[in-house]
């Protein structure tokens, strides 16, 4: 048949003849009646409608889309860290240290995302500030749940979350949990290091406290890799996770800083000085300060 003629013999149109190209471009599949397509499976007609400006000002969906992207990076960082405590307290180091560079990346990505939020000026930030009310990244329980489990707790800040009975419990469960560090620890007592009892039986709910016993564990491994080559391994990723967290928490407040200078934030925290204060703190102590004895 006469590939410019339709069954029928008849001429056919050229908008026919360029549909007819299109539904054999390269063997791609066009038709998704009866099957799933790529925007059925990633629910891209919910998440693409999920950005609601109350302002007029232009800049305000760059603010949304910045903070609902690092919710879901924080989704998949969180995801992961379960399953590294999981594996931590079955043995099974070597998915723990993939996951763990897998979380130190999302970081990264989390670095590089104040990039584009930089580039929001303080007279951009300020038209759309009085929408914002008293919402404020310091209530994002995806964030305090990562502090969490990562050893930074801190019971009063559960009083955010109060009126939201499902993050409240995610919360309470995960401030009473052993931190991924406090795994780590318990491993380094089960594979024949002498951790303190007292450290081993530690209040869960209280933030990581220095422990000598634990630096020289640590330390013991350091010392001698080859004999302690996985727990080597996993002191070193327990060090990049927090290496990029910190990148993350210093980006944050130069940003912010950048953008509102040192007003109050929406949330009634002192903004830029709160945040500073959070460079202060140390996830995993012992690791950090054994170096200056190695």
Known sequence: MNENKTASGCP?????????????????????SESMSYGDYLALDRILT???P?????????????????EL????????????????????????????????RIMDQLVH???????????????????????????????????????????AL????????????????????????????KLLSRSGLAINPQRLEAD??????????????????????????????LAEKLVDLETAFRFWRFRHVTTVERIIGFKTGTGGTAGVSYLRKMLDVVLFPELFALRTEL
């Not at 109350?54 to 690092?70: A, D, G, K, R, Y």
């Open 204 to 233: 869960w709910t209280q933030p990581t406290q220095p422990d000598e016993s634990v630096k020289a564990a640590w330390l013991e491994v350091y010392r001698d890799p080859s004999r302690y080559w996985a727990l080597y391994e």
């Open 73 to 104: 990076w924080m989704k998949l960082m969180l995801h992961e860290m379960h399953a590294v405590r999981a594996n931590l307290q079955s043995g099974d180091l070597p998915p723990a240290f993939k996951m763990l560079a897998r979380v130190a």
């Open 50 to 52: 999920a950005q609601h």
């Open 12 to 32: 056919m149109h050229a908008s026919q003849r360029e549909a007819q190209g299109d539904a054999q471009w390269h063997g791609a599949q066009m038709d998704f």
């Open 113 to 155: 995302a104040w990039d584009v939020l930089a580039t929001m000026t303080p007279p951009e930030y300020t038209a759309i500030r009085p929408y914002l009310g008293a919402s404020s990244g310091f209530q994002s329980y995806q964030y305090r749940e990562i502090e969490f489990i990562l050893g930074n707790k801190n019971a």
């Open 54 to 70: 109350l302002s007029p000002n232009h800049n305000e969906l760059l603010f949304i889309v910045q903070h609902q992207t690092s």
């Open 158 to 185: 559960l009083n955010v979350h109060t009126t939201a009975p499902e993050p409240f419990a995610v919360l309470d469960a995960a401030l009473r949990a052993p931190s991924v560090y406090d795994e780590s620890v």
